[in-house]
């Protein structure tokens, strides 16, 4: 009845879910055909591919989805037709049209059906049907076998999954096989491979759920023990190496049961953007759990006084202050590390709270509370621009360009509210354009600097940014690093400005007319009025070839092509 309801509640909100409504069937029929669909599929199931009656009706009653696309594809039901006729109209209908087997099945173990798969019959696969067999013999649920496809179910032969699962059992002994199923839901791996090549995570297994209560450990609540499972996983994937973390479990039943898997997720990317190896990140964490009490998102800090009042060097603090002063301002904690990262600072402040228990009060709400002191001033003038430019802009945009800076280490002050005007693009794509200009390799400082300076440089897509990257290194030959001498080499048109002037350029070079180079500042921010002057001052000539052959980017076109077949060696 729970999965009746279920998917009678999915056929009455077709509206909001986008599922079918059907329109085939005569309106007083629509609630008596989502349990005779359901009968008949699994009857189909169990006639066709001999399953086992739980089996068919698991795979039947969990796919309330497939069921309704399979109803919206039968041919329009007369309105005439008796209710009680329904159930033999559908049958006949399966036996005309085979039925796609694999989107019930996929629906059913917890996968969208429309997944990608060369299967349509559940027997395509000559060892699903027996592998799922196997799971659902040694106890693992049926809505969850999901987590086994394909690498298990379609990989690893049945005998095998029955042998390593015995294997298993007994290294884990007493645990019961709540435990060992939620095991191997959350690490597949333990069914992949042998039992030796998983030695470090058994015995991680061993003692988290060893040091759990003892009427914890003898509960059957699989998802008990897959909560264990997840949140280990999460600090393995943050870089504590397997092995290393089952004896803290026991003193962290708090953090592995009950804290939000986003919690832990949030405080392990804090500490890893602070500059700690994702090893130590995590068992910082679990040395430390009273980290997960602070809210990093309430705490306001003001920089650079917070930094001062935590220890750090005057001058050093100054310094980065002057270099980077859109930092300046107010924020909130959890952007503290965007905001060392931006200063260069993030080492030092490491080295005031590495030790962990009471340097863990600079991460208090009462240590920032004891001084409130924050630049009056700076304030002042970050409000009056923010009122002016929350007028011209819609407000909620701005806030939203607002919060991306502050997470990049930006502060509230009058450099970040110039900024804002001028960037085009919603918070997501500013930040994944910002990480990707990270992960080409352009240092964090820098970035920040020329973001402060030239914005618009988010304002381009990944493709963009990515074409100017190559052809400012590759064919320019210049490296990142330059990017702090010139930032608007990445502002200008690059088919359209830069590639067209630096082919004229390259032909003077060719032809022994240029004798220096010329720096990118010269050749690209100069107007075409100035750059037709140093052209003229290099040959009177040259303007005329200039406007004839090279501005246009069709002419240019044309001149490369020419230039390939020349020199046929430099492809």
């Known amino acids: 009845m729970p999965l009746l309801r279920a998917a009678l509640r999915r056929l009455f909100s077709t509206e909001s879910s986008g599922t079918p409504k059907l329109r085939n069937l005569p309106y007083r029929l629509r609630r008596a055909a989502v349990p005779a669909a359901r009968t008949a599929v699994s009857d189909y199931l169990i006639s066709t591919r001999y399953l086992p009656s ?3 009706d698991s795979i039947a009653g969990l796919a309330p989805r497939s069921l309704l696309d399979f109803l919206a594809g039968i041919p329009a039901v007369p309105s005439t037709l008796p209710s009680s006729d329904l159930p033999s109209l559908l049958r006949r ?13 996929l629906e059913s173990i917890g996968l969208p059906p429309s997944i990608d798969s060369d299967l349509m019959f559940l027997n395509d696969h000559p060892s699903l049907l027996q592998a799922v067999a196997v799971l659902a013999h040694f106890g693992f649920p049926w809505s969850r076998l999901g987590l086994l496809f394909p690498n298990v179910l379609l990989q690893v ?27 191997c839901l959350a690490f597949p791996s333990l069914i992949e491979n042998d039992l030796s090549s998983s030695a470090p995570l058994v015995d991680d297994l061993r003692r988290a759920y060893g040091g759990l209560d003892p009427d914890l450990g003898a509960s059957n609540d699989i998802d008990m023990f897959l909560r264990v499972c997840r949140r280990m996983q999460m600090f393995y994937d943050a870089g504590v ?14 953090v592995f049961l009950e804290l939000k898997e986003e919690l832990i997720g949030e405080r392990l990317k804090f500490f890893k953007s602070l500059g700690m190896a994702g090893e130590e990140a995590g068992k910082y964490l679990l040395s430390n759990p009273g980290v997960f009490d602070i809210d990093f998102d309430d705490v306001v800090i003001s920089v650079p006084e917070y930094l001062r009042r935590v220890g750090l060097v005057d001058d050093e603090v100054d310094a980065a202050v002057k270099l980077h002063p859109f930092v300046v301002g107010r924020n909130r904690l959890k952007n503290l590390p965007g905001v060392l990262r931006a200063m260069g600072l993030s080492h030092r402040f490491l080295e005031k709270i590495s030790g962990g228990g ?18 009056l001033e700076v304030e002042r003038a970050f409000l009056d621009r923010m009122v002016k430019v929350k007028a011209e802009k ?4 701005v806030d939203a360009k607002l919060e991306f800076l502050k997470s990049i280490g930006y502060g509230e002050n009058k450099i970040a509210t110039h900024v804002i005007p001028v960037l085009h693009s919603t918070q997501e794509m500013l930040q994944e354009r910002f990480d990707y200009l990270l ?17 618009k440089v988010l304002n381009q897509g990944k493709e963009m940014l990515n074409e100017k990257l190559n052809y400012m290194t590759l064919e320019l ?5 330059y990017l702090d001498c010139f930032p608007a080499l990445l502002c200008f048109d690059l088919e359209n400005r830069v590639k067209p002037r630096y082919a004229m350029l390259r032909w003077l070079q060719e032809y022994g007319l240029l004798k220096r180079p010329l720096a990118p500042a010269t050749v690209l921010a100069n107007s075409e009025k100035k750059f037709i002057s140093n052209l003229y001052n290099v040959h009177p000539a040259v303007p005329k070839l200039w406007l004839e052959c090279f501005s246009s980017r069709i002419h240019m076109e044309c001149y490369l092509k020419n230039i390939q077949h020349q020199h046929p060696d430099n492809e």
């Open 439 to 455: 992960e080409r390799g352009v240092e964090y400082t820098m970035l920040c600097r020329i973001v402060s300076v030239f914005p």
């Open 157 to 183: 032969p049945p005998d095998l999954i029955s042998a390593r699962l015995v294997a298993l059992e007994e290294c884990l002994r007493p645990l019961l096989r709540a435990a060992i199923i939620a095991a």
């Open 394 to 397: 819609n407000v909620q945009l």
């Open 54 to 56: 739980s089996h068919a």
């Open 358 to 375: 009471e340097s863990l009060r600079y991460l208090s709400p009462d240590f920032v509370a004891e001084d409130a002191s924050y630049d």
């Open 93 to 105: 209908h399966l036996s005309y049209h085979p039925l796609n087997e694999l989107p019930f099945f």
């Open 241 to 254: 190496k397997i092995g290393s973390i089952g004896g803290l479990v026991g003193c962290n039943q708090r």
């Open 477 to 481: 030959g210049y490296s990142l690093e």
